[in-house]
């Protein structure tokens, strides 16, 4: 089993910054995939950036140049930097881990952008 444990998040104004982190335990192959998502009320779920075991990025549309997703892997642990922080990203993010066929989720941290 996999477990992922998130912690970062709060209150913040506009243009400000956070950080999120997010560690993984427990059996994680060498080989996987580890992302956040974020999904604000009444919307779908959003992809924002995945990171490899090799540390290829991607992004979605809405926050490239603002985040920056990053991972340590001796630590099993996936890091999103978010700066210029907008209302807009206010939202429930969760990190994700892929490996094999199988998906794993976070417990999910509140991002809240406002004055």
């Not at 779908?44 to 997703?69: C, H, M, P, W």
């Not at 210029?84 to 991002?111: F, H, K, M, R």
Request: aromatic share 8%; with cysteine; glycine share 12%.
């Amino acid at each position: 089993q996999v477990q992922l444990v998130q912690s970062g998040g709060g209150l913040v104004q506009p243009g400000g910054s956070l950080r999120l982190s997010c560690a993984a335990s427990g059996s994680i192959f060498s080989l996987n995939v580890m992302g956040w998502y974020r999904q604000a009320p009444g919307k779908q779920r959003e992809l924002i950036a995945t990171i490899t075991s090799s540390r290829s990025t991607n992004y979605g549309d809405s926050v490239k140049g603002r985040f920056t997703i990053s991972r340590d892997n001796a630590k099993n642990t996936v890091y999103l930097q978010m700066n210029s922080l907008e209302p807009e990203d206010t939202a429930v993010y969760y990190c994700n881990l892929v490996q094999g066929i199988s998906a794993y989720w976070g417990q999910g941290t509140q991002v809240t952008v406002s004055t």
